[in-house]
């Protein structure tokens, strides 16, 4: 099967500090990544689709200077918060859709990474 | 405006039994669900999806039911397992870019 891996699985950083996580298709090729954010036993909430080589494109009240998001090539996303502050902490998973102008792929997910900032 | 609803938070079921996890939509534009199991501190992981011009498609213990017409769709999980004890969340998508709609996630708890 389709497998993603974020890293690092768990972060704490100071509030102020910007702090990035990886995301990467390990074994198929992505043309579009996405990141959700999960909130304590809520659902997940999708703050941005990116597609290799372009512009992410951010849901609306996601503050795109914020959550800097990079899709460089086809297996790998990132994204970076800026300026963290202890709002910011939450479980933050990334999902990967691999082939062309096929409506129903399916998204897999990777682990997640737990960000706490203090 | 939650388009996705999956209106039990939990879910209590005897190992063997059948556990049926429900969801509603509110979007007639969605044409394709999913499926997805959840464990803490874990990402998704697909389970079974189905698309608008089916009413069933099963995958071993997971079958998936849908209703167009009721906008609701239906996970059964059969015999539950207690390994099957997650958050499951029911997602469903409309357009090319392949963003999905979460439900609120349903618990279950498969006991001995």
């Known amino acids: 099967g389709a497998v993603v891996s974020q890293h690092p699985s768990r972060v704490i950083c100071k509030s102020g500090t910007s702090v990035k996580i990886e995301c990467r298709s390990l074994d198929f090729q992505a043309t579009t990544m996405f990141w959700y954010r999960q909130f304590p036993k809520q659902s997940l909430m999708l703050m941005a689709t990116?597609?290799?080589?372009?512009?992410?494109?951010?849901e609306q009240g996601v503050e795109k200077d914020k959550f800097l998001i990079n899709h460089a090539s086809l297996t790998l996303s990132t994204l970076t918060v800026t300026s963290a502050h202890p709002e910011d902490s939450s479980f933050y998973i990334c999902?990967?859709?691999?082939?062309?102008?096929?409506?129903?792929?399916?998204?897999?997910f990777g682990p997640g990474t737990r960000l706490t900032v203090l | 405006d939650q388009q996705v609803k999956q209106n039990s938070p939990s879910l209590s079921v005897q190992e063997g039994r059948i556990s049926i996890l429900n969801c509603d939509y509110t979007?007639?534009?969605?044409?394709?669900f999913l499926w997805y199991k959840k464990y803490p501190a874990e990402g998704p992981t697909f389970l079974i999806s189905?698309?608008?011009?089916?009413d069933k498609n099963e995958d071993g213990r997971f079958t998936v039911f849908l209703n167009k017409s009721a906008k609701h769709l239906s996970l059964h999980i059969v015999p539950s397992q207690p390994g099957d004890s997650a958050v499951y969340f029911c997602?469903?998508?409309?357009?090319?870019?392949?963003?999905?709609?979460f439900g609120a996630g349903t618990q279950v708890v498969v006991t001995p």
């Open positions: 189905i698309s608008s011009i089916k």
């Open positions: 990116s597609n290799e080589g372009s512009k992410a494109t951010y």
């Open positions: 997602a469903a998508s409309t357009d090319s870019w392949g963003k999905l709609q």
């Open positions: 999902s990967a859709r691999g082939g062309l102008g096929r409506i129903t792929d399916t998204q897999y």
């Open positions: 979007n007639s534009m969605f044409d394709y």
